[in-house]
């Protein structure tokens, strides 16, 4: 099992950038497959990135590829999206989840909520106009 803490949200202008982070407890993070997703009020949860367990494959939604960009530091146990270019309607709660994926499936990106288990807190980033 994995806990899985958000941090690094905040205020920002549009224009700007910002990076959220996730730490993840447990000693095997590096099996994890981890996404970031956002949820707007009134709207459902959107996916925003994945890694794979290796940090070789990535995916973004096409609307946000050149303005987000997901990475980790398994050494770590990091999770980190980075947020460029930052538009009104980036405004959300920011989620990490996880998943744990066999070593056959090292190099898979999870693009959909339904196939993560575990999920953090979440972090608001709020980017006035």
């Known amino acids: 099992q994995v806990q899985l803490v958000e941090s690094g949200g905040g205020l920002v202008q549009a224009g700007g950038s910002l990076r959220v982070s996730c730490a993840a407890s447990g000693r095997t993070f590096s099996r994890y497959a981890m996404g970031w997703f956002r949820q707007a009020p009134g709207k459902e949860r959107e996916f925003v990135g994945a890694i794979s367990w290796t940090g070789t494959n990535t995916a973004h939604p096409d609307s946000l590829k050149g303005r987000f960009t997901i990475s980790r530091d398994n050494g770590k146990n990091m999770v980190y999206l980075q947020m460029n270019s930052l538009k009104p309607e980036d405004t959300a709660v920011y989620y990490c989840?996880?998943?744990?994926?066999?070593?056959?499936?090292?190099?898979?990106?999870?693009?959909?909520?339904?196939?993560?288990?575990?999920w953090g807190q979440g972090t608001q980033v709020t980017v006035s106009s």
């Open positions: 989840a996880a998943e744990t994926v066999g070593p056959s499936r090292y190099n898979v990106v999870l693009t959909t909520d339904k196939q993560y288990d575990y």
